[in-house]
């Protein structure tokens, strides 16, 4: 459904501050593929989203999403077809608008948008059966401001509303980075959760190994913006985190994973 | 003159200057864009208003419509230069500011129109009461009356408008994107056109403004502007300190009215107390600092408590 081909990406060319990130990067993803991304600091996962989002643009290679060439389209263009969630819980979200003034944005993602007043009566309802299944308490605050949400909750909304129009893919880029252990790992099987319901392709990142295993039916890994390892099925789920290690340090040459990959 | 008619002018003054506060705020609160061309444009909706009148003889209710179209082309041209060319926000207004001081001075072909003699809005509208004389007051108190009121019908016709406007999808979309304009993006909205929107309808009431102070005062000036975007944020800051509570959206419109209306009556009483004219700009700017200043200088103060402790 996916078809990255070829992608290059120099930020800031020829100035003192240039930087090759993505390097002949090259990703298929099949329907209902739900694939963990790993890699270290700076390999290039959060710019490969964003390609994919329409945030920056590739400088060479091309990208189809379900047979449609998007390389050139913009980000608020190929929304319709994407969910997303950030790394930074303040990013998902508008602090100072309603909850449920976020969800009626969000719902209406991909569609056109006039003069018809912002919310219905009848959204309300399914926004609070949705609020619901996320188990937090929001049903009742549907009036509230985001800014005063926990990080969790915020994320967690973020989650919904990136779901609310089901999208052909979603990405998460590390969205339970910022939380403690246990709003992350709730987040998580939020996420895991919400991706066999809707049987939804999903490409998320993250830093936690063993989060990388345990979810998804594919998981690969970058180094210096090429997928260096891809690996699905019963191999993947057969996986430890001392294998992830060990292919790491095979690929970076003898480099060791750097700290966050190793703790988390 | 004493200090009654002097407030009594000054909330006159308040309601003709709140749809130019209206319309800052707009900008400064709501798209989260500090837009200074609203000077120019001020100045281009009472240029307009005045020329139309004196040297092609309109009706001064129809000088409005396009005192408010102009205004509106004037904000979309600093959102074309600030989300298409990408020129800073501030910039872009500027440009659009020094370019329109030019432009009016074409429009009136020199610096000021004088309305004397003329039938401005207020005066039509006078001449369907009843005179002055029977009514026993003062030909200028019925002035101010009248001002009052022509004030309070635009007022609440904004209000209105606005309350409406905002509410509806492409109203939030504007309220979003000055909140996180990446999440709009994300929700499949093109916060450029948001931004363009949002600058065209702030500058279409401003230049309404700029047309209704020039038929209460009698003239047009190429500077009436100057400071424009200070006195708009002096309007809403005091209304925001005095109404802190009011969360809902119509009332912290009324809340900014409410705030023009006390400056009029702050410049009004301290130039009774003898502050010199020519001081009134650098007052109202240390007014609008200090107002401005005030959730930082309440956050120390709360800090220093929590320190004590
Ligand atoms: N907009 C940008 N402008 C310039 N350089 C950028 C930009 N975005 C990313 N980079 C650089 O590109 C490289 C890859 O960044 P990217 O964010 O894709 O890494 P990542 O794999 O997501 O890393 P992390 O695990 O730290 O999130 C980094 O060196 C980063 O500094
Ligand atoms: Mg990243």
């Known amino acids: 459904m996916l078809k990255m081909t070829n992608i290059y990406k120099t930020f800031n060319p020829n ?20 694939v963990t991304v790993i890699g270290g600091n700076g390999a290039g996962k959060s710019t490969m989203l964003n390609m994919i989002a329409g945030v ?18 913009p980000e608020h263009k190929r929304a319709k077809y994407l969910g997303r969630v950030f790394q930074d819980p303040m990013m998902g979200t508008a602090a100072n608008m309603e909850i449920e003034e976020n969800l009626a944005l969000a719902y209406r993602r991909g569609q056109k948008r006039g003069l018809n007043w912002g919310i219905t009566k009848e959204e309300k309802e399914l926004y ?13 605050r549907l009036t509230a401001k985001v800014g005063l949400l926990s990080g969790g909750q915020r994320q967690a909304l973020t989650l919904l509303m990136a779901t609310l129009q089901q999208p052909k893919l979603l990405l998460l880029d590390e969205h339970t980075a910022a939380l403690d252990p246990k709003t992350a ?14 049987s939804l392709t999903a490409l998320m990142v993250t830093h936690n190994m063993k989060n990388a295993i345990q979810y998804g039916n594919r998981l690969i890994m970058m180094y210096e913006g090429k997928i260096i390892y891809d690996v699905s099925g019963e191999e993947k789920k057969n996986l430890h985190v001392s294998d992830l290690l060990e292919k790491f340090e095979k690929a970076s040459g003898g480099e060791f994973a750097n700290d966050r990959m190793i703790l988390s | 003159m004493n200090i009654v008619m002097a407030i009594f002018g000054a909330v006159s003054q308040g309601l003709t200057w709140a749809i130019l506060a209206l319309g800052v705020y707009l900008t400064f609160r709501i798209l989260n864009f500090a837009d200074m061309s609203c000077e120019g444009s001020f100045a281009l909706g009472g240029s307009i208003s005045a020329v139309l009148m004196v040297n092609f003889q309109w009706n001064p209710f129809l000088t409005l419509i396009v005192s408010t179209l102009a205004g509106a082309a004037a904000g979309a041209v600093t959102g074309f230069l600030h989300t298409r060319l990408k020129i800073p926000a501030i910039l872009s207004g500027i440009l659009t500011m020094i370019g329109l001081y030019s432009v009016n001075l074409r429009v009136m072909g020199q610096a000021n129109t004088s309305l004397i003699g003329q039938n401005t809005l207020i005066m039509m509208i006078k001449g369907l009461l009843p005179e002055a004389k029977e009514l026993g007051i003062k030909d200028s108190t019925l002035q101010t009356w009248v001002t009052m009121g022509v004030g309070l019908v635009f007022i609440f016709a904004v209000i209105m408008i606005l309350y409406w406007f905002f509410g509806t999808e492409i109203g939030c979309c ?6 996180n304009e990446a999440m709009v993006r994300a929700q499949g909205v093109n916060t450029d056109k948001m931004k363009i929107l949002g600058l065209l309808f702030s500058n279409g009431l401003i230049g309404l403004s700029g047309a209704l102070v020039t038929q209460s005062q009698g003239y047009a000036d190429v500077s009436m502007g100057v400071g424009a975007i200070v006195i708009g944020l002096a309007s809403i800051v005091i209304g925001e300190v005095l109404l802190l509570r009011v969360k809902n959206f119509a009332g912290k419109l009324i809340a900014i009215v409410v705030g023009s209306i006390i400056y009029r009556i702050i410049i009004a009483v301290v130039l009774q107390f003898g502050l010199a004219t020519d001081d009134l700009k650098l007052f109202t700017a240390i007014v609008v600092a200090l107002a401005l200043s005030v959730p930082v200088l309440k956050s120390k103060k709360g800090m220093i408590r929590k320190e004590a402790r």
């Open chain 1, 15 to 34: 100035t003192v501050n240039e930087k090759l990130v993505l390097r002949g990067l090259n990703v298929e993803l099949k329907d209902g593929d739900f």
């Open chain 1, 56 to 73: 920056h643009f590739p400088d060479q290679g091309s990208i189809t999403l379900d047979g449609e060439d998007i390389t050139g389209l």
């Open chain 1, 128 to 140: 609070v059966e949705k609020l619901k299944m996320l188990d937090l308490g929001l049903e009742t």
């Open chain 1, 185 to 198: 790992s709730k987040v998580l099987e939020l996420s895991e959760q919400i991706i066999a319901s809707y």
């Open chain 2, 174 to 179: 504007i309220r979003a994107t000055g909140n």
